[in-house]
């Protein structure tokens, strides 16, 4: 159990070198990066004093030692935009993203559990056809798509819903739909696998061979182990769900992390991106260390694999 | 079996397949066909873009701007699909947009298929360090979220269709070398591979000649059901701004042209490219969830 949780810290610690590396290599040799790194429109003066203040004149791994040092006491730099500190900037936007995400989920649980059970019971049936459907429709349509349609009916033709912005609970309906239909997608998917494989195993025939309804069967005995994978899945989607908001944001103008990189794009605030990628994929990765210990302790066989 | 059966009973007096019975016998397997009709559309649209086109997708008439669909009252049958925010005929684009979207999609899943298997293969057969040193930066990439790396990638070097293909294909190889690996695995235990080695075959001709072989199916399987995720990746980053740039027609480009006008109703800037994203991924998923059925019978029940 030890050697295995220390090998997935290994694994997660290489993952964050990668990205730290990927970024750092990316904007040295992607043009100058002192042009990158300075305000748009900066003068000769003020790009050698970035190169002086970054030292990009020493050594590649001198100046990465340098970059990974910053990154650890929370020094990200200074957006030139908002021109404050990045890392705060990044967390007053984390809560609206959190709340997005939050809504999203349970609008992807309320859709996904109940559609994925039916189809299982009812497998091979027409309702298990329909979800399929239902599934491959929720992965076959970009999440701002369905975002761009749903604000031409719900705020310009019925006038029901605000078309951006954020604030009240309405604000909150179309975003959440739009970034939890895939995932509501992906978590049918797993609910009906995962209750296919639970109806199938011993304790499920001993129930129904002593004779209880199927009803009881699968809402008593199936469904709470059904549910373990999904539910997992969920947290990791969770965080995921926080990351991959960049268009959904923009489309809506949701003030969260994602709407922050937009930004960070569209006025070359480059302090912005990097920092917005370096955390966002540490959360992931920290996450997907989590979900592996976890795992490994729900489920003692899994330690043995790989 | 009832496939072969049908075979048998189809082939024509010369022992060639006619097309009808073709037709019949993919049927008969489940073939998705309207999808793959579907797709195949789409990519002689793109083939025959200049032919098709009825304007120039990238000039329009400013005195002819949001014009609406020809069956809308105001539509002109000079642009059946009306106009965007410059006077552009929307069908023009459509047709247009479909090249961008097959070349992205096709180059990108065969650039990162080809790294993926290649890396896939090497540290399946060669094994020990290497091996480990492949699967540990595929796992440590596999980790990372492949939008915002893309994003971020997108950021860097600036927009352009090359850039793209690029970043998506070096965010996406990852997924082929851990299932070619796995394959490759079991393939080197076989016997003909053991054969090859006592025949004195080079370790380059053995994956070549008799890994490769064996693997291609699951690549293609892979690639195909990969395509679509491809094409939404594209469309979003064109939508951000960070992909194929303006003036060209990319679907994506054009949702957040629609943006425009969407406030003032003019659904079809929206509705239309949207839908034909959304139609070639569908028909790219389905195709992908056949073959997969098709090449891989162990996922046959999920």
């Not at chain 2, 469309?235 to 054009?254: C, D, E, K, T, Y």
Request: glycine share 8%; with cysteine.
């Amino acid at each position: 159990m030890k050697k295995f949780i220390l090998k997935r810290l290994g694994l997660a610690a290489i993952s964050l070198f990668l990205l730290s590396l990927t970024i750092f290599l990316l904007i040295r040799i992607s043009g100058d990066p002192a042009v990158l790194l300075a305000e748009p429109g900066a003068s000769a003066a003020d790009l050698q004093a970035i190169r002086n203040q970054f030292g990009l004149d020493r050594p590649l791994w001198i100046q990465y030692l340098s970059f990974i040092t910053h990154l650890f006491r929370g020094d990200f730099g200074q957006s030139f935009y908002y021109r404050t500190d990045v890392f705060d900037l990044y967390l007053s936007r984390l809560p609206a993203s959190l709340l997005l995400a939050s809504a999203a989920m349970v609008f992807s649980l309320i859709v996904g559990i109940p559609t994925g059970i039916i189809a299982a019971v009812r497998v091979n049936r027409w309702q298990d056809s329909i979800g399929k459907i239902f599934a491959l429709l929720g992965l076959s349509m970009p999440s701002f798509w369905v975002g761009l349609v749903m604000i031409l009916f719900f705020s310009v033709y019925l006038g029901w819903l605000p078309s951006s912005g954020s604030g009240t609970v309405w604000h909150l309906v179309m975003p959440a739909i739009a970034l939890g239909w895939v995932f509501a997608a992906a978590h049918m998917r797993l609910t009906r696998s995962s209750m296919l494989e639970v109806l199938g195993s011993e304790y499920v025939k001993l129930a129904r061979l002593k004779g209880l309804p199927e009803a009881l069967v699968i809402s008593k005995h199936a469904f709470k182990n059904a549910l373990i994978p999904v539910l997992t899945l969920a947290g990791v989607n969770l965080v995921i769900m926080v990351n991959v908001a960049v268009i959904v944001e923009t489309v809506f103008a949701w003030p969260g992390v994602g709407r922050l990189l937009f930004e960070g794009i569209a006025f070359r605030d480059f302090p912005v991106v990097q920092a917005s990628i370096l955390l966002g994929g540490t959360m992931i990765v920290l996450v997907n260390l989590l979900v592996d210990i976890l795992y490994a302790v729900i489920d003692p066989r899994i330690r043995y694999e790989g | 079996m009832n496939g072969s059966g049908t075979v048998a009973n189809s082939r024509s007096a010369s022992g060639i397949l006619t097309l009808p019975s073709r037709l019949a016998f993919l049927r008969s397997e489940g073939f998705p066909l309207i999808p793959s009709a579907i797709l195949l559309t789409i990519m002689l649209v793109a083939i025959f873009a200049n032919t098709l086109a009825p304007h120039n997708p990238e000039v329009g008439v400013l005195g002819d701007r949001f014009k609406p669909p020809a069956w809308q009252t105001n539509g002109t049958l000079d642009h059946l699909l009306g106009t965007d925010h410059l006077g552009r005929d929307v069908l023009s684009r459509l047709i247009f947009g479909a090249r961008i979207s097959v070349i992205v999609g096709l180059m990108v899943i065969i650039v990162a298929g080809f790294i993926g298997t290649a890396l896939g293969i090497i540290s399946g057969y060669l094994g020990r360090w290497v091996d480990q040193v492949i699967m540990r930066i595929t796992d440590a990439w596999l980790a990372l979220p492949a939008l915002m790396l893309a994003i971020f990638l997108a950021a860097i070097v600036g927009p352009g269709v090359s850039n793209i293909i690029i970043i998506l294909a070096a965010v996406w190889w990852t997924r082929y070398a851990r299932v070619i690996r796995g394959e490759v695995l079991s393939v080197r235990e076989r016997d003909f591979v053991r054969l090859a080695v006592v025949a004195g075959c080079s370790k380059w001709t053995i994956m070549r000649k008799h890994i490769l072989p064996n693997v291609v199916n699951s690549a293609i399987v892979l690639a195909t059901l990969q395509l679509g995720q491809v094409i939404i990746a594209e469309a979003g980053l064109s939508f951000l701004g960070v992909g194929v740039p303006p003036p060209q027609p990319a679907w994506g480009l054009m949702l957040a042209d629609g943006k425009k006008g969407l406030m003032a109703g003019y659904w079809w800037l929206t509705v239309l490219p949207g839908s034909c994203i959304m139609l070639m991924v569908l028909s790219a998923n389905l195709l992908g969830d056949w073959l997969r059925v098709k090449f891989d019978p162990q996922l046959r029940q999920l």
